[in-house]
């Protein structure tokens, strides 16, 4: 008979149930106000988790959407 299998959490994070109104990490932060830099729009410090997420996905399209200023002239 095989012992029962007991599954093993590599952080505390894992342990719990993700906050979908935790505050973004730093690193969305640092991330997030470069892109905000780069294409000219507003830096929002009260985004959640999910909502940074979003909003760095949005302006990542949009700073490749845009034309790179060394190419030209």
């Given amino acids: 008979m095989m012992p029962p ?3 093993v959490l ?3 994070a894992a ?3 993700h906050d979908p109104d935790a505050p ?3 690193d969305q932060a640092v991330h997030l106000r470069s892109l ?3 294409t000219g729009e507003e830096f929002d410090t ?3 988790e ?3 997420h979003a909003r760095i996905l949005e302006l990542e ?3 490749h959407d845009q034309p790179d200023a060394r190419k030209e002239g």
Avoid: F
Wanted: net charge negative; charged share 25%.
């Fill in 24 to 26: 973004m990490t730093n």
């Fill in 50 to 52: 999910a909502q940074a």
């Fill in 61 to 63: 399209a949009q700073k």
């Fill in 46 to 48: 009260a985004l959640t």
């Fill in 36 to 38: 905000c830099e780069a």
């Fill in 10 to 12: 590599d952080s505390p």
């Fill in 15 to 17: 342990e719990s149930d």
């Fill in 5 to 7: 299998v007991k599954t």
